[in-house]
């Protein structure tokens, strides 16, 4: 498989929808890959059973608050200073790039930067889905090292972060994102292929594609085709009546209201917010819980709304979704689970919340 004019759009769709409203919006990550893919040409998906076991897998991509990727766009070469620093840190070449999470743009990006570095990317990523912070992800789980980071930004500079470990590395990289003006883009957990089989979210873009391909193909239902192929629950359709929002700590954090309409008529859903979806309430009642995935898409379209595009009065509806299975274990929700967030919640699977 190959990335190109024929399936980007469809990615980008999957993306946004697998980004539980996180990993910054898809828009401008799919107008820059198109434009990589026409001037470099097609980039390679290569499944990781396609690598020597020995190969070099770089996970990179973007960090910080994803309100700030509206306004503050990258170059496009960011990648392209990261890669011959990692190299030489770890004394061989990178033979693949592969996202650190595959939702929002941050799934996309990458595409960009393989492009113009002639590289594949894996089908695979760091999450499955996209979470807000550097050591919520499969390769932590599986006890890779966070080190040594790499961090650049749109300007040029660059920084090489050594820390003990993937907690410390979040503590100082996004203090670093902010004084690189909100945003970053940055490698780490970088592995063999032999390790990635064990340590990633695999097959995850083309998931993405497939999603995608889905909704797009829909004649008159896109949100029952959403559904459908990922075994979705809808949780609410409605109006977004308040949306509470604010940057802080390198984060976006808040919360929306959603009213019900038609069937669901004198509902009223609370989502908390910090980058992503992390909670769905109806009236003190939990209908979703991080780690799985809740996004909020037009309920005409079944295209997904990310947190920073949340609107009052936009009609929309919110799905929910089983996360990678890697997060329902025991050191998963220790790391993204509902208490990692401060939520005083035991976690309950989406499909047992709304079994009825």
């Keep these: 498989m190959q990335l190109d004019g024929s399936n980007l759009h469809a990615m980008a769709v999957g993306c946004s929808i697998l980004g539980a409203g996180g990993g910054g919006d898809t828009a401008i990550g799919l107008l820059a890959s198109l434009q990589a893919v026409e001037a470099f040409g097609p980039v390679p998906v290569v499944d990781l059973d396609e690598l020597p076991d020995d190969a070099l897998v ?24 990261i890669i011959p620093i990692v190299e030489r840190l770890r004394g061989k070449p990178v033979a693949a790039l592969m996202s650190a999470e595959i939702g929002g743009s941050n799934g996309m990006s990458p595409v960009v930067w393989a492009a113009g570095a002639g590289l594949p990317v894996v089908d695979a990523d760091g999450m499955g889905r996209a979470f807000p912070e550097v050591p919520q992800v499969t390769m932590e789980v599986a006890g890779i090292s966070a080190s040594p980071a790499v961090m650049t930004d749109e300007r040029g500079n660059v920084v090489i972060f050594e820390g003990i470990d993937g907690h410390w590395m979040e503590r100082m990289e996004r203090s670093m994102a902010v004084e690189f003006g909100g945003q970053a883009y940055s490698s780490e957990y970088q592995m063999t292929v032999v390790e990635a089989r064990r340590a990633t979210a695999r097959g995850t873009v083309s998931l993405a594609i497939r ?17 459908e192929t990922l075994s979705a629950r809808t949780l609410i359709s409605g109006k977004v009546v308040d949306v509470e929002r604010r940057i802080t700590g390198g984060f976006v ?24 979806n992390l909670v769905a309430i109806d009236a003190g009642e939990v209908l979703a819980m991080v780690p799985d995935i809740i996004t909020v898409v037009d309920t005409e379209t ?42 005083d919640l035991d976690y309950v699977e989406v499909e047992r919340l709304n079994a009825g």
């Design 211 to 227: 999603i995608g391909e889905a909704v797009l193909g829909a004649e008159h239902d896109p949100v029952g085709a959403l559904a």
């Design 58 to 81: 770089m996970p990179c991509g973007g960090i910080g608050a994803p309100m700030i990727w509206i306004e503050k766009i990258d170059r496009g070469d960011e990648i392209a200073r």
């Design 302 to 343: 079944a295209q997904a709304i990310h947190t920073e595009r949340l609107r009052y009065g936009q009609r929309v509806t919110i799905v929910a979704f089983p996360c990678d299975p890697i997060w329902r274990t025991e050191a998963g929700l220790a790391l993204a689970g509902p208490r990692a967030f401060g939520y």
């Design 253 to 276: 954090r808040g919360s929306a209201t959603i009213e019900g309409l038609g069937i669901d008529a004198g509902r009223v859903v609370r989502l908390e917010i910090q980058n992503e």
